[in-house]
């Protein structure tokens, strides 16, 4: 409100300069070189009566002020260790300056942008780039007119369980009516409850996040949690089951009167039965194969019978093209 845009470094300047004491207030040292005074006297003029602008000027006004010393150290701190990562370094420059491409691109101009912040090389700042980026595109997404015609546009997203947040499941539950389409790559399932913090809410958070993704590709995996998801996933079909005992004495059998059930004595006895068992069983994407270059893949999509009246294919991709 104060100066029309609101970058990281803005924050950060207002945080470390606002008023400690009400002394400060009346101070003309804090007035002339405080950035958080410079900013409150341009919100009065400009936003005096808004009443977001009214909040806030309570705030440092008073709130900030009657904060005990102790707490407001420690959400001072808690604050700038946050700025801080995006104020040093290469992020500076690419978040910190002037904004040369946006969501609207990807929108608007179906541009491709690539969030080349690695956390391998980033650490948690590529984290906050990527993920940042991830909500913008949604929010921006979502903001969208539904009932006119919309670019559809997609993220995508590789090792997706680093860039999940407590919105994707909202998100994605109304993606398809604006057009925003989601592509995620993860390991395992016990990997994506992890990194959304554990415990039985993120088991919860996990599974709404995987159902949510129509369209499921199943490589060769050796994680039994996420196998058993495959496994469940595809159904299951009646199989007969045959079975039978060896008693300890041989003796003559007769199968005419074990097939009409009487009793035919010490001798080996036979039976079936028919079972409801996983068309898939765990074990089977244990043997998922990889060759040439070319992966073998269980494919499963919601609402979607194959030519064999089954919920899922198999095929396989190349992955040199």
């Known amino acids: 409100m104060a100066t029309g845009k609101c970058p990281i470094s803005s924050i950060y300047n207002v945080l470390v300069s606002a008023p400690l004491t009400k002394a400060d207030l009346n101070s003309d040292a804090w007035q002339a070189h405080s950035f958080c005074a410079y900013c409150l006297r341009e919100g009065e003029a400009r936003a005096g009566s808004d009443r977001d602008f009214i909040l806030c000027r309570n705030f440092f006004v008073h709130e900030w ?14 604050i700038t260790n946050i700025c801080d990562k995006f104020l040093t370094g290469q992020i500076a420059d690419m978040l910190c300056g002037e904004t040369t491409v946006s969501p609207r691109d990807i929108l608007d101009r179906g541009a491709v942008i690539a ?22 595109t949604q929010r921006a997404a979502l903001m969208r007119d539904a009932s006119t015609y919309l670019r559809p546009a997609c993220i995508w997203a590789d090792e997706a369980q680093l860039f999940t947040s ?19 790559l993860t390991q395992s399932i016990p990997l ?13 958070q996990a599974l709404a996040w995987l159902g949510n993704h129509s369209t499921k590709i199943f490589c060769g995996n050796s994680d039994m949690d996420t196998n058993r998801y495959c496994s469940a996933l595809c159904g299951s079909e009646w199989v007969d089951v045959q079975g039978g005992s060896m008693p300890s004495r041989q003796g003559e059998y007769d199968l005419v009167e074990d097939a009409l059930g009487r009793p035919t004595g010490n001798i080996p006895s036979i039976s079936w039965n028919s079972q409801r068992l996983p068309t898939l069983q765990p074990e089977d994407f244990t043997r998922l194969r990889r060759e040439d270059g070319h992966v ?13 009246g089954r919920t899922w294919a198999e095929r396989w991709f190349d992955q040199n093209q």
């Open 192 to 204: 994506l409850k992890g990194e959304m913090g554990g415990g039985p809410k993120a088991d919860q």
């Open 166 to 184: 407590e919105a994707d499941a909202r998100v994605q539950a109304v993606s398809r009516k604006y057009k925003l389409i989601n592509i995620s």
């Open 115 to 136: 969030c080349d912040t690695p956390i391998l090389t980033y650490g948690a700042v590529g984290r906050y780039c990527n993920v940042a980026w991830k909500i913008l």
């Open 65 to 78: 002020i009657a904060t005990a010393e102790r707490q407001r150290t420690t959400g001072l701190s808690m």
């Open 296 to 308: 073998q893949t269980v494919i499963f999509r919601n609402g979607l019978v194959f030519p064999d």
